[in-house]
Nanobody
């Protein structure tokens, strides 16, 4: 059974950078895509970026386009989210998710990583 584990969250000042990592294990050979989501208090969870496992095609939400970069390391079954020019509005719990073959959407979720941006 596939599992994903996030790491790399923390506290950063406005304008700073952080890189999140998400390691997938167990059944990753059937991965279609992986993505990064976030949820701030009182707000709905939003998709920030996703990457197709087979060819690396990436998608970005308008809110992070030009500031965040998603990448993958196929050998390590890991994806990354490089976050630059962070602002207090980026404060949220960031989740990694994986979509397996046959699933209609992301069906494997990590526990979340807190990112806090101070002003």
């Amino acid at each position: 059974q596939a599992q994903v584990v996030e790491s790399g969250g923390g506290l950063v000042q406005a304008g700073g950078s952080l890189r999140l990592s998400c390691a997938a294990s167990g059944g990753t050979v059937s991965t279609v895509a992986m993505g990064w989501f976030r949820q701030a208090p009182g707000k709905e969870r939003e998709l920030l970026a996703s990457i197709r496992w087979a060819n690396g095609d990436a998608y970005y939400a308008d809110s992070v386009k030009g500031r965040f970069t998603i990448s993958r390391d196929v050998r390590k079954n890991t994806i990354y989210l490089q976050m630059n020019s962070l602002q207090p509005d980026d404060t949220a719990v960031y989740y990694c998710a994986l979509q397996r073959v046959g699933a209609r959407s992301y069906d494997t979720w990590g526990q979340g990583a807190q990112v806090t941006v101070s002003s």
